[in-house]
């Protein structure tokens, strides 16, 4: 790519203080109309896999976006956007700070005092300190759920399953501790599978916060209900066990904290109900399929009431119509645990480069002002009308 004279000794210092291990960052300002939402851009240098890259930061009015480009690469980025999206940049050097104005086709470069005393770390590759960590005998269930091999390293297959589990201990980790930690602490897991997040959650709460729960998985699957049993009593796990059966039908008298991850459809519900009628102090649940709203607003929004609809246009979308279907069920689930008297919160969690997206609802019991649940009953009533549904699984189970 051919550069106007002045922007390619902008270039050249760049690469020359890379070079001389000088370059601290950069910063494009100033964008043209040709930007359109892109509002800046910034850039360092960062260490990926011993390479050195640049890494650029780009600022849009909703959102950020990173890429990484190497040194070389660099040079034919900046200058396209210099050339279209803004008017000014400004390096930062050790020597000096190179700042290049861009006035209709002309470039003017001009060398200011230095601002920057040292160069940035360009470590990328940190090691992230995790709650669930392999580094201790202690650890030996993780083996035997398949996640480490025989000499305690995290097996290539199971990376991104030790991240989801130290994600969710993560998150339950400043949620527990929210609790009264002066009485005995009961988990239930509600649809535990093969116990992953059951086995990391007890490791937890023992190992690291130095509690003495009561942890219990409830599964369907006999043969999964006897394994987790068999890796418990193997690690001495004297509070953690397994029982079979399904969700609706275990008694959660007396249990603190409510936890089913991609409980399917109304079992999702199920457990919610379970949580709120024996007041829990905290619900956490990870929905999966949203078939019993999807359904009726699929029977309920046709012809003229979806012409009419003022989501009409989108819904008529199958992907559009699911993911409605989805918020949709989760707020109703929310204003439900709000109208029993939980403070609510509902985000999406774990990186989408690991696994796909999920969303997770969690609650804290409170003391509801009457005015806050009689507010989300209205809520409740109004979402139900404007989607056409005339049943919910879980409002049902709480009436």
Known sequence: MKYNRTLAIWLTDLTDAIAANQFVRLALTKPTPAADDLKSVDARLITVKRELKLSFTYHYKTRDIVKNYTPDESKDVLAKLMEKSFTQARMFTLPSDNLLVKAGKDFTLTRHGATEKQVLDTSHDKPKQRLITTQDGAKAYLHALGITDAQGNVRKDAQDKFRQINKYVEILDGLVKSLPQDKPLKVADMGSGKGYLTFALYDHLTTNLKRNPTVIG??????????????????????????????????????????????????????????????????????????????????????????????????????????????????????????????????????????????????????????????????????????????????????
Request: glycine letters at 6%; hydrophobic letters at 40%; charged letters at 20%.
């Open 218 to 399: 409830v599964e369907f699957r006999p043969d999964m209900v006897k394994l987790c049993n068999e890796i418990a009593k193997q690690n001495t796990f004297t509070g953690l066990s397994f029982v079979q059966g399904g969700i609706a039908d275990y008694d959660c008298t007396g249990t603190d904290v409510i936890i089913a991850l991609h409980a399917c459809d109304t079992a999702t519900d199920d457990a919610l109900a379970k949580g709120i009628k024996a007041g829990a102090q905290l619900i956490v649940v990870a929905p999966c399929c949203h078939k019993q709203i999807r359904k009726q607003m699929n029977q309920n929004l046709t012809g003229k009431k979806l012409e009419n609809h003022s989501l009409g246009s989108a819904l008529r979308f199958g992907t559009y119509a699911e993911r409605t279907a989805e918020m949709v069920t989760d707020t109703l689930r929310a204003l439900l645990l709000e109208k029993n008297g939980y403070e609510t919160n509902v985000f999406e969690f774990i990186a989408g480069e690991h696994t796909p997206k999920n969303v997770m609802i969690t609650a804290t019991r409170t003391t509801a002002a009457p005015h806050t649940t009689a507010r989300a009953a209205e809520q409740i009533s109004s979402l139900k009308s404007q989607f056409g549904i005339t049943a919910q699984h879980l409002e049902n189970a709480l009436s």
